[in-house]
């Protein structure tokens, strides 16, 4: 066709005054097209410049600063330091300040790493002196794969010869050009208006469950520290309304002390307060758990196990801010094809006319000797037979849209099309090339599209040569596509292949009866099936269906609808050829994932657009459906035996009944004697439930189903539309419990279910990179979920949930005898602690062990983790933020705080504590407070760690050894720069003073002990999982010890069978349509790529 | 945030023990069999010396007398009513008389202790200026704002030393007299009032400006001394080596105390024949009394008292350690009752399993 002249740079396109328009036209070379056929617009569209990087480099100060500011955390520091700054406060603005710098200025330094890339689109400095054209198309939106536009091109006087231009039209911003010089093509879409840049924009922040149960806890120590300076404030003023306390002899105030307005005081007071105690809302938190996350994730990629040899892909991280939520799963919903399955298709078997054919066994049309297998099942078909046999083989061999290509350096499912050529078979589809290349083996050979002829290599040796008329491609709704081509010999044939349920009710001839039932036996074996039919065409027939397509095509407005409408009509009265099917291999440990993802207390959902047998036949292989799984089907079938309300309603009575009388956990995994369920739904189904009811009682039947889901230990959604998927996680993840879901797949039809759930993975596959680059993270195989959530997600899990934690502890210990404090120095806002300390604290004192744990802890070794799935239950529903639990270190840390406070307290009262009788003062006191807080925090951590490397050595020991050194260093020295010098010897002196080194000691221990005790007493009566096999591990038995315990009875087979009538397959049979499911996932190859054969990859970004 | 883990493309990660995580690692558990011992053994070594503590606390004597004033407490409330609306120090003595039936042994330590005084109130412990008692001349004449309202006085002159603690030095004055013979003349019983300040801070951080043709009251010129000062700040002692910012008093004063009630070292009692003690007999505290502390409601106390290697006397420290000994031991057997109950119990589930 001639629009393939025009290949169009998609970009996407600039609001302003056009966005009211439905289409935009360009003009192509800026030429005007001849008078009368259209106004010319002058043409103002924007400069081809993306940015697609959030920064440049004048404006990245300014506005990552803003950036930061408004994350509500660091505003809230922003107002402290400010308030340092205006009124008097009692710390100096340093010790807020210098944090605050250090979290944006590592925030900052975080964000350059993705900020410095400014792209630029290419100019075309070409010229198209040969056309005279204009190209009318839709105004910019972001769908990759939908593009609706015309070309009008204007001949010499003549009206303009009008084409269609769609998405196969197009190149993204980014597409790199192969198998040809140049091309010659149109802007269309410039800047920011391409549809690359748009969808750079729409990915939505999620959000961790730890995260937000951290601002939850935030929040309450908001209202702590409000109400501890509204305490302190309302006291101070109590306690001075006597005027010998407020303003005694020796402590007089300015005259413009005593002239300031009583309320103004109050409030200066209570900011004052606010101040004072502001730490306990610790600033570096926020720096320590980006700074963990940031350096954590590069545990996944650097995983050695999640390494694929093969491809040579390693895991990515898109977005380091979900670690921990890979330890939260609940639900896992998981795409079938290409990620349960390698999506690396094999052609198994064609059946012509009820004869089956096995490609394997058959060579150029000669039984080869010595080969396994059946070459043909029944014997020779007689002569018409044979003819249509041959029409089935031209029929595969013409209705696809694959490339041949020479160069072997191609993306893409690829194979040998010919041992003896070097060229390779390129599709979007793998099934497309399985059909091809099984058709090749059974004696006919593609070979390639040249000049609109498609040739095609006969049994015989003979090049046969077929124009290609028009291709009615692939879309989902359909689930068939078409081409029409012209033989040799004049003949008009329409050729069609597609799914069974599309392809049956249009065929008005052939051995539908026979051919149906070996559909099904394959679809049952889990082969993926296809059904040909074609027909012929006279001449007249054919300008009929050409002038319809025609029109359709070019249409501006509902091309889509008129398209399928035409189709509709073109695509009927089929002839009945065969089916064919497709095996697809389940991926190398699949089942052995699945079973350990299930036993760590995940349920797992399949959702695919299969046909549900083939879909339960690969569940049954991934024993996702074990044996003893009672399956349950709630179909379009059984809907229309009864209504739904009733089928709904005698399965939640079926899963009820069972759960009701079971004390165990539903699918606790550990005895096989209990009864688990498998759920079978399908698409329309499902959104029969999802529809409101016209009564309004709406959400009945999303609870009843929801309840059914919630007690089947696995669930299988088939025919599923790609928005269905997205959907289905919806409605878990609102459903009342909130669970986490986690969606994976591979391919672009999976993209809005990865968007959807809380977690979405991209398993890098053979259909390119549309959902590893839309996921969080992306694994190269299914098989690395399993280390992925078990392993890393339960180690980041608690290593962050330790850290939320601990940050608060430890600042509770900091500030709460500074509020206790204020109750013997006259609520004066007496700092206790030196501004050092102050500042230094959480930066540097207390950091680096708790970053370092949060990187390193591994409190179960990672091969106990992964041996033993169960141990991820002992996390689950964010078990270690709990209010429990929080309140547990809120109350420790203010036990630990009492205790500093009030050791130190009795310690000073009335008594000096050194040999000499000289007298301590209130920075003696402070400092040892502090030492002893340093020491506890610290020792705290060293009580939680369990996983002791030299790097945790260094930090626990070295951070303790450098408070020491700093304190002496700091004290030790008249510092010339301050203008006071109150800690000078401070530390030294109460060093030299024994009871001091006792005092430490004892309330260290004593701040200690309860948390030792719990420890303890917890281990022993009521140890979780995890305990337990610690203990085991340290008893010295073997870490492994459930490993046989867990494991289910063995199916003898390698691979579980679906236990229908026909199951004796000893291998792994993959599923039906597949390929034409995908067919319409890829931006890529354009299905007939013109004369020169130019193609385009997808874009990478 | 996102951002891309750095694509290695085609590249093998790199297989060292930390990128896989496996570093060699101590993996220490808490369990009751190690927990066990540690409580034992931790709370007998508690005990132990929580009984030390006691008894050598116990050890220590202390004699402690309030000399406030308060009306009918001796015959210090002939000054204490004229202080109540703090009238300007008017010299009043007093004096107290007790007797030691034995040997008080030595060193002697004389504190005074004051309650009720807020010297860790932040308003006032910022009132001084660490540079102008560094010594430094240019501060000497321009006190940091914190000192006001004791900066300056009124007539302009830049106070010296500024600031409210300065300005509230404990100015009341002891001597202690001992009566050797029943009925015999009192002697006065030699206080050293050197000794009493941390040594770095008379040494280091307290410096007398540059003496001005050598002398101290030269450097002096040009300021006021506090206004609540009879005298000025050179001339707090005759001893050279003891007055000015210097002057050990004034440092011990300046150091602020942590808590409303303190002391602080006034004198050290431990030349001539008291230098093993306070030999029995009676004896006599002659007070100065000028400082008023009835307006804020705060007590006066004179307290003698001897010191051992862990200070003076306070029984806390000896109390806790016996209490957190015997708990540890407490929640051992605790622990020890549920160890073994529960042992056997989880080895039965292990068993099961």
Redesign the interface.
Known sequence: MDCSLVRTLVHRYCAGEENWVDSRTIYVGHREPPPGAEAYIPQRHPDNRIVSSKYTFWNFIPKNLFEQFRRIANFYFLIIFLVQLIIDT?TSPVTSGLPLFFVITV?AI??T??AVQDTKGFHTAEDIDGLHATIECEQPQPDLYKFVGRINVYNDRNDPVVRPLGSENLLLRGATLKNTEKIFGVAIYTGMETKMALNYQS?SQKRSAVEKSMNVFLIVYLCILISKALINTILKYVWQSEP??DE????????SERQRNLFLRAFTDFLAFMVLFNYIIPVSMYVTV?MQK?LG????????EM?D?DT??????????LNEELGQVEYIFTDKTGTLTENNMEFKECCIEGHVYVPHAVCNGQVLPGTSGIDMIDSSPGAGAREREELFFRALCLCHTIQVKDDDDVDGPRKSPDSGKSCVYISSSPDEVALVEGVQRLGFTYLRLKDNYMEILNRENDVERFELLEILSFDSVRRRMSVIVKSATGEIYLFCKGADSSIFPRVIEGKVDQIRARVERNAVEGLRTLCVAYKRLIPEEYEGVCALLQAAKVALQDRERKLAEAYEQVEKDLILLGATAVEDRLQEKAADTIEALQKAGIKVWVLTGDKMETAAATCYACKLFRRNTQLLELTTKKIEEQSLHDVLFELSKTVLRHSGSLTRDNFSGLSADMQDYGLIIDGAALSLIMKPREDGSCGNYRELFLEICRNCSAVLCCRMAPLQKAQIVKLIKLSKEHPITLAVGDGANDVSMILEAHVGIGVIGKEGRQAARNSDYAVPKFKHLKKMLLVHGH?YYIRISELVQYFFYKNVCFIFPQFLYQF???F????LYDTAYLTLYNISFTSLPILLYSL?E?HV??DTLRRDPSLYRDIAKNALLRWRVFIYWTFLGVFDALVFFF?A??????????????????W???TLVFTVMVFTVTLKLA?DT???????HFVIWGSLLFYVVFSLLWGGI?WPFL????M??VFI?MLS???AW??II?LI??SL?PD??K???S???W?SATE?V?????RGQDCL??LT?LAYPQSPSPWAVWPGPHTKQGTLMWSPLAGLLHSHRHPGPAPHGGPTGGQATSPSL | ??????????H????TAF??????????????SI?LPLFFC?GLA?IG?GLG?FYSSNGIKELEYDYTGNPGTGNCSACALADRD?APPLRCSCSWYFSLPELFPG?V?L?Y?LTN???????????????QL?GLPSALRHP?NEC??YQRRASGLPIAPCG?IA??LFNDSFSLWHQRQPGGPYVEVPLDRT????W??CH??FRNPPLVNGSLALAFRGTAPPPNWPRPVYELSPDPNNTGFINQDFV?WM???????????YA?IRQGNYSTGLPRGAYLVNITYNY?VR???GHKLIVF?N????????P??GI??LV?GS??IL?GF??LV??IR??DQ?DED?DE?
């Not at chain 2, 995580?21 to 101590?26: E, I, S, T």
């Not at chain 2, 005084?117 to 540079?131: G, K, L």
């Open positions: 009692p925030t975080k964000q790493h993705y990915k010998f306390r005694p002899w020796y402590n007089q105030k300015t005259e980006e940031f994730s590069y545990f996944i990629t650097w995983d050695e390494f040899e040579g892909e390693g895991p990515l991280v898109n977005t380091s801010d180690f013997f120095c006259g004066s806002q007496q700092t390193m591994q070794s990672i050791g307290y009795f310690m000073f009262e009335n008594t000096t504590v050194t040999s000499n009788g000289q007298i301590f003062g209130n003696t006191f402070g009580l369990h996983y002791w490397t030299w790097i945790n008249i203008n006071y010098q109150r000078y010897y002196q003073s024994g009871p006792l005092l004892l221990t004593v002990l030792v005790l420890k303890v007493l281990r022993q009566l140890p337990r610690q203990s085991t591990c340290v010890p459930e315990l | 945030m996102t951002w891309s883990a750095t694509a290695r493309g085609a093998q990660p790199d297989n990128t896989q995580q496996r570093l060699p690692a101590w993996q220490p558990l808490l369990s009751a927990a931790a508690f010396l503590l703090r060193p330590y504190y202790e005084f807020y010297q860790n109130n932040r308003r006032y412990s910022v009132s001084r200026d660490d540079t560094s940091a006001a309202p409210a300005n509230s000794g009493i300040a941390w770095t801070d280091v951080k011990v150091r602020t105390a942590a808590l409303p009630t303190f002391r602080k070292l050290r008023p307006a804020f409601g008292s010191i051992s290697w862990m200070g003076g006397k306070n806390f420290l806790a350690y957190v708990l540890c929640m605790v622990m549920v160890y529960y042992q989880n292990e399993e």
